[in-house]
Each structure stands twice: as structure tokens, then as C-alpha cells.
């Protein structure tokens, strides 16, 4: 597995990207008991990046596929120390969440849709935390503990990988036990309250046979914005974790690694509001301008970056993980064998403003989960080099996720969303709750290989190939009810049609209302179901010009397993109904064609790696939202067509000891090339057949609110038009400088990253357009071997910007948006003994 490799980063850039690139030839990507690396190892004077998983040196720079890796010491020194924050250092990863379940990593802009989660389908990018698969991606929003290194591998991965990865992996690997005993101590603190306190401790337990280690890490910070309503402070960080782990060298060729981990969060988080408004195709009594209006309501601010809000819901985001697993390697002689067994659970209790406003619209919108995985990978590996290496493997993963949903429509809501008599009856809505029942399976197991044949001394070609079975079944069920002054009923899917009987035999008005209620939240049941084979593969031609100049091409034919929708159906054309033929989408298909050079000039101070990639995808997994008056989730369809194409380069400058430089950087040209039937985004949602071209221009009539409750299901042609959440032109670039003082380096540090404009809706909006912006962090200080210590500043020059934009349902044209941090300060403290 690659999160196996030990690796020695260059000491004389601790700071910047270990710009590499990951083998994916067998004998290089599965470790043996590799020996353990010294912490204080110097790479040789080159600045060569060192792998050692076949018991021998070997450059990065030889293996042809991308990879950036990033140390332990580059996390911490440089405050990334979520995958969030690697977004300023690594231009190809893109890293979304509105809270910590609706999070999804993209790399090269694929991986996951766009938009809420969807428990029915799977990441494109595979997580791993020392080997194990992370089946939930809201784990990634936990802080760091005691890592090693984070590994970035940009295309598809899944030859090589237990669970399949169409668009790319992220590796996180801790530390090990070391049978010599050492310990690490770190403290920060910084506006805001910010305490953050890490510590790790290693030590045998039997010399030479047993070795311990246990990790931990807590993180409290303060909210940066201001909640007048609550009288408290939103989206704070409230983060424990705490990791051991057991090293068993049981004999010279046999070793057992046992890990357990716990992580709590609990923080007021995560929290959108008031950005702008725009114009929709809704009667403009229906906009929020006339809305807001009508209410007498006015928010704290009309600016996002005073960022005061008055939600008026319930907000935190409290989430469990942990889970144990052992990792057994077997040197057989010629071959090694791995074995890696988890389990890992991940429970999530949230509470939600989904309204975005202090009006009592919905006053409760929240979706407890718990999720079980079981995982079972299986590998042996060639040793050694050899003419042909190979590693086949064998992988079973097991996932069960139960839900338990709620809805709660307050006194206004009435008012914001419906049109017409019901608009002005307060008890129409008031009250009007959905209760969810939601569970899942999903069982996946695959067999893969991947050979390294050298044809000659300087020509290498590796295929690799991968049979998968994929089984997920589901159940969701939507009650809803109400009971207030006026109206008192329970709503099932057996029973909805003989209340609208009802209904309809009482007066054509009480039907209206009838749908109204049964449309806000449409009481539904089904059974989506979905199993598939499919056989995937890659082929890689490498050839070594110079022992400085390497080049590669790579095709790829990857899948991304069909999935099931689990957040709700949309409603039939004629609103009586869901439409069941959207149960399940189909498997993603992915083309990856890439090339490569890898170059390094000047005694390897200078490194510049080139890639450039083109992916056609097949039947593009995308969430969408129908512009119902009350959807909060969407659901999800296939595109039929995406191209993703690009190119990338890292590079590093080290002319001496004490000064090092990196600059890189992605270019992405993403977009859907055949998506007729896509939502409208929302100044044109009300629409019947719409078409936007490449620069948003509209053809066709848009028509009028639609049927009772305004649940009209608009569709645009979008071909052409831009993904979302991936930036043209997307940067990186940092160095740092050092003195030699007394016994130690004093030094400054410099990290900047910069992003083109993105589209933040699965349909691109003029109104959800986020504009380009650019970060700048510094730091400076004094370290030794044995201590550090630094002040830092994050975002310089405290600039405003979106990290995400969204519509509130039901297309009023409020526009609410997610801010990022503003500029942040403090110092740190570590030292090791």
C-alpha cells in the first residue's frame, strides 16, 4: 500500500511541498516490513526524496505518476493540519463542506458531487488513514495527530488500491512505534481563544520485539461570527483525538501493528447566511425581496464579512469516529504478504438552520447517522528488483448506514413559501414535520493486479487490472404530519392518496392546501437497490531519458460504482407522486489518458515536474435540486458527459542550505459536455426547456410558477457550461529563509495560494459565482534540533472570500454564503525529547 512508504524529506526545505511522484509499479507500492526510518536521517546532498519500502534507497522521481508529499514537519510548520487547510499547498485538490457530513474531496475537480451528501453513492478520491479506507469523508475534517507525512496521488488508483479511486487518494500515515523511546510536546495559541495542544509518546515495551505509541491532539478556537439572535459565537473548532497503536516484531520477518483510535468533535458550527439576492422567474411576490418584506424582516447585515447572523435554529456539528485495525506484513523471501483488517464507526448528531434566516420558516432540519464499516485487504508483492514485479491483491469492504431525519416547518413558513389563499394562513405549515427513516448497505469486492515489466534498462511497462462487484440496497421512508388548530393528520406513502381523496371530496381549496402540505414534505417509501461487475485497468510506459529526466503516459479505464438515492425522491410531473425511475444512478465511466516528465537540473537543486492529463466521463454522477419550494437535499443524475482536461507542474528551487522555493500550479478546463436535463440554476428556475450556452446566454420561454405549491421541474440544457467547484487557474507558491544562530536556524517563511473564479452550484448561477481571491501565510522563528519555536499569521492580509455559496430552497433568489477565515494569529511551541 503507498501509505506504507517511508520517506526522508528534504531538510533543506522542511517548509515547502516534497515534490515527488508516488511509484505505482507492484514492488514499490506494497511495503514489507520496511526498517524504520531515523527522524533525524539527512537526505544526501542532491535533495533527493528517499524511499526505502524495498529495503534499498529509490528516487521519487524515477516512478511515473504524480504525487505530491507533504511531511510531518511541513503540516505543522505551515498550519495545515486539516485536508482542508492542504488546499493552500496543493493546487489540484479542492476540499468542500458546509459542515463535517456534507464535506467531499476532488482532485483535478472529480471525485464527488457537488453539493449535500448523498449516503447512496461513493467518493471518487479514496481517504486512508495507515492503509484503512475511510468510508466516511466527514472524518477528514478532524485535525492531524501525530503524522508522518500526507500523500497526494493525482488520476485513477485503483489497480493498486484496495477500494477503487477514479479520480485520485489521499494517504495519511502516522507515526510508528519506535523501539526508542521518544516523545513530543506542542502547544499554540492565537486569536480568537485558539489553545491547540498535541503530544505524542514512543517507547518498548520488550527491546526489540514490542513497542508502544500513543497520540493526542485538542483544539478549541472561538467563533468568527457573531449569532445577535443566540448571543453566541458560530463556527467555532472543538476537536479531541487521541490514537495507540502496538508494534509486535513477532520475528525478523513478521510484523504486527494493532491501532486504535477516538475522535470527538462538538463545536457551533458549521453556518451559511445572508450573502446577496438576485431576480428568479418566480412571481416577484414570491421573491425574497417581497418576502422579507411582507415579514417586516431585515438581517443583522446585508454584508457577509461584518459576519454577524441572527439564525435562529439549534447549530452544532458533533461527530464520533474511531475504530481499530491491524496491519500484518510477511516477508516471504521472494515476495512479501500484507494483510490489513478495521473496523471503524462514525456517529454524527447535527442540528441545522436550513432556512439561513432569523424567520421561523423551518425550524428544525437535522439527520442523525451511524455509520459501520468493515474492511479486509489482502496483498503479496515481489521483492526486490527484478525483471518482472508484480503485486496482486484482494479487498471486501462491508458499510451499513442508518439515519434517522426531521423536518420542522415554523409559523412563516406559510408566508416564504407557498403562494396564493395558503399564503396568508399561517396554519397551513405551522408545524408541519417529516420524520425519516433511512438505512443503507453496501457491500464491494474486488480483486487487482499490477505488473512492472523492464523491457530494457531504461523502458518500463506496467498494466494493471481490476475486476469489482458492487451490492447496495436501501430503505427510505418519510412520514409527515401535523398538528395544530386548524389541520391534524399523519401522512404515509400507503395512505397519501386516500387523504388527497379526502381532501378533493371536501373542496377544490382543501386539495390545494392538501398538496401544498404533501408537496413542502412529500411523505414517500421505497427500495432502491443496485449491483453491478465491472472490469477496470491502466497501462503505463515509462522511460528514463537521462538519470534526471523521466517520462511517462498513462491510460486508464476506470468506474465509479452506480449508487442509490437516499435523500428523497423528486416529485412526478403532476405533484401527486415521487418519480421512482430516479431510485439509482448509473456507474460513473471514466477515459484517463495523462503524460509526464520529470526533470531535475543544477546538481538536482532545481526540480520541475510536468504533467498533463484529459479524462472523458461517461454517465457523471452529479446532485441536483429540482427547485422544489421546499427541497433541501436534491437528489442525484448522471450527466451524460464531462471532460476534465489540464496541466500541472511542481517545482522547488534549493540553492543552498538556506534558502528554499517552490511554485506550483493547475490549469483545468472542466465541463459538461452533453447535460440536457439538468436543474436550472436559479435565476432562470420557473423555466420549461431553457438553454445556456458557454456564456450563460438563455434561449427559450421561461413559463409561469407552475402547479400548486409552485413545484414546477424546470430543466436546462447546460452543455458546455463549467463544473462546479473547480478554478481554472489554481496556484501555490512559498519558500523559506534561514540564518545560522548559536546552535540553531533562525528563520521566515512564506506560504501563498491563489484561486480563479468557481462556479458554486451544480448549475452554473451568475448570483453563485465565486470570485478569485488570494492567501497569503507567514511565520517566523528560532529552532533547534530539538525545539521550535514560531509566531504565524494566516490570511495577511485579511481578505474576504466564499468558500462555498448556496440558494435557499424554493428559488427565492436569497443567496447565502459560507465565509472563510479571516486573518488569524498566534504562536507555537514544540519541542521532542
Avoid at 3 to 29: D, F, G, K, N, Y
Wanted: proline share 6%; hydrophobic share 35%; glycine share 8%.
Amino acid at each position: 500500500m503507498l501509505a506504507t512508504l517511508p520517506l526522508l524529506l528534504s531538510a533543506a526545505a522542511p517548509q515547502a511541498i516534497a515534490l515527488a511522484e508516488m511509484p505505482r509499479v507492484p514492488a514499490v507500492a506494497v511495503a514489507d516490513p520496511a526498517p524504520q526510518v531515523d527522524p533525524q536521517a539527512a537526505p544526501k546532498e542532491d535533495g533527493d526524496i528517499v524511499i526505502t519500502a524495498r529495503r534499498r534507497e529509490e528516487r521519487l522521481q524515477n516512478v511515473p505518476i504524480a504525487v505530491s508529499v507533504l511531511s510531518g514537519d511541513t503540516i505543522s510548520n505551515t498550519g495545515a493540519f486539516n485536508v482542508n487547510r492542504l488546499q493552500t499547498l496543493q493546487p489540484s485538490l479542492q476540499f468542500y463542506s458546509s459542515n463535517p457530513r456534507n464535506s467531499a474531496i476532488n482532485i483535478r475537480g472529480l471525485g464527488a458531487p457537488f453539493g449535500l451528501t448523498n449516503d447512496g453513492i461513493e467518493q471518487g478520491v479514496g481517504l486512508y488513514i495507515d492503509q484503512v479506507y475511510i468510508g466516511r469523508v466527514g472524518a477528514s475534517t478532524f485535525d492531524f495527530v501525530d503524522v508522518e507525512r500526507v500523500e497526494v496521488l493525482r488520476g485513477p488508483q485503483g489497480t493498486l488500491y484496495g477500494k477503487n479511486t477514479t479520480a485520485g487518494a489521499v494517504n495519511i500515515t502516522t507515526k510508528k512505534p519506535s523501539f526508542q523511546p521518544e516523545a513530543t510536546f506542542e502547544v499554540s495559541a492565537g486569536n480568537y481563544g485558539l489553545v491547540q495542544i498535541k503530544g505524542s509518546a514512543s517507547a518498548p515495551i520488550a527491546d526489540g520485539k514490542l513497542a508502544v505509541r500513543i497520540s493526542t491532539s485538542v483544539t478549541k478556537r472561538g467563533g468568527t461570527v457573531y449569532d445577535v439572535k443566540k448571543d453566541q459565537n458560530l463556527q467555532k473548532q472543538d476537536n479531541f483525538s487521541v490514537r495507540g497503536q502496538l508494534l509486535w516484531q513477532a520475528t525478523p520477518s513478521l510484523d504486527l501493528t494493532f491501532s486504535a483510535d477516538f475522535s470527538l468533535q462538538n463545536p457551533y458550527c458549521c453556518v451559511q447566511y445572508y450573502a446577496r439576492t438576485g431576480a428568479t422567474q418566480r412571481p416577484l411576490a414570491r421573491q425574497y425581496a417581497a418576502l422579507a418584506a411582507a415579514l417586516g424582516y431585515t438581517p443583522p447585515s446585508l454584508d457577509t464579512f461584518d459576519r454577524v447572523t441572527d439564525l435562529d435554529a439549534t447549530i452544532n456539528s458533533r461527530q464520533e469516529v474511531g475504530g481499530i485495525s491491524l496491519v500484518g506484513n510477511w516477508d516471504i523471501g521472494p515476495a512479501t504478504i500484507t494483510s490489513v483488517s478495521a473496523y471503524r464507526y462514525w456517529d454524527w448528531l447535527p442540528a441545522n438552520d436550513r432556512d439561513f434566516t432569523g424567520l421561523p420558516i423551518t425550524t428544525v432540519s437535522q439527520n442523525p447517522s451511524q455509520q459501520k464499516q468493515f474492511s479486509q485487504e489482502l496483498r503479496v508483492a515481489s521483492d526486490g528488483s527484478n525483471k518482472l514485479d508484480y503485486t496482486f491483491g484482494a479487498f471486501y469492504f462491508n458499510q451499513t448506514i442508518n439515519t434517522q431525519g426531521s423536518q420542522v416547518q415554523g409559523p412563516v413558513a406559510s408566508k416564504w413559501l407557498l403562494s396564493g389563499a395558503d399564503a396568508n394562513n399561517p396554519n397551513v405549515l405551522n408545524g408541519l414535520t417529516s420524520t425519516n427513516t433511512i438505512s443503507f448497505d453496501n457491500t464491494s469486492f474486488a480483486v487487482f493486479g499490477k505488473l512492472n515489466w523492464k523491457v530494457t534498462g531504461k523502458l518500463h511497462i506496467q498494466p494493471g487490472l481490476r475486476v469489482n462487484y458492487d451490492k447496495k440496497s436501501g430503505f427510505y421512508e418519510s412520514v409527515v404530519s401535523i398538528a395544530n388548530s386548524q389541520y391534524n393528520f399523519v401522512a404515509t406513502a400507503d395512505n397519501v392518496g386516500t387523504l388527497l381523496a379526502a381532501a378533493t371530496a371536501i373542496s377544490p381549496a382543501a386539495r390545494t392546501t392538501f398538496l401544498n402540505q404533501t408537496n413542502t414534505l412529500a411523505p414517500q417509501r421505497y427500495n432502491p437497490r443496485f449491483s453491478a461487475w465491472n472490469v477496470s485497468g491502466d497501462v503505463t510506459l515509462s522511460y528514463d531519458v537521462t538519470p534526471d529526466v523521466h517520462a511517462y503516459a498513462t491510460y486508464a479505464r476506470s468506474f465509479k460504482s452506480g449508487g442509490i438515492n437516499l435523500s428523497g425522491l423528486p416529485l412526478n410531473s403532476t405533484n401527486t407522486g415521487v418519480d421512482l425511475s430516479t431510485q439509482t444512478v448509473k456507474p460513473e465511466k471514466v477515459n484517463h489518458f495523462e503524460v509526464g516528465l520529470k526533470t531535475q537540473f543544477f546538481d538536482r537543486k532545481v526540480t520541475i515536474n510536468l504533467a498533463g492529463f484529459w479524462d472523458e466521463i461517461k454517465d457523471y454522477q452529479a446532485t441536483v435540486n429540482n427547485n422544489a419550494i421546499n427541497v433541501i437535499r436534491g437528489y442525484l443524475a448522471n450527466a451524460s458527459r464531462v471532460r476534465v482536461r489540464g496541466v500541472e507542474w511542481d517545482s522547488s528551487f534549493r540553492p543552498s542550505k538556506q534558502l528554499s522555493l517552490y511554485f506550483n500550479g493547475a490549469v483545468t478546463d472542466a465541463k459538461y459536455t452533453d447535460f440536457k436535463n439538468a436543474p436550472c440554476p436559479p435565476e432562470l428556475s420557473g423555466g420549461t426547456a431553457l438553454t445556456v450556452d458557454a456564456n450563460g446566454n438563455l434561449s427559450g420561454t421561461p413559463s409561469p410558477a407552475g402547479t400548486a405549491g409552485g413545484n414546477s421541474r424546470p430543466f436546462c440544457d447546460i452543455s458546455r457550461q463549467i463544473l462546479p467547484g473547480i478554478s481554472k487557474l489554481a496556484l501555490s507558491w512559498g519558500g523559506e529563509f534561514n540564518v545560522p544562530v548559536g546552535g540553531g536556524k533562525a528563520y521566515i517563511g512564506y506560504d501563498g495560494s491563489y484561486r480563479s473564479k468557481f462556479s458554486s452550484n451544480p448549475s452554473r448561477s451568475a448570483y453563485t459565482d465565486i470570485q478569485g481571491y488570494s492567501l497569503s501565510n507567514l511565520r517566523a522563528g528560532f529552532r533547534t534540533d530539538k525545539w521550535n519555536l514560531y509566531g504565524w499569521v494566516r490570511n495577511v492580509f485579511d481578505k474576504n472570500y466564499y468558500e462555498l455559496l448556496s440558494t435557499q430552497s424554493g428559488s427565492t433568489g436569497l443567496i447565502v454564503g459560507q465565509p472563510g477565515d479571516p486573518r488569524t494569529y498566534g504562536g507555537t511551541f514544540r519541542i521532542s525529547f
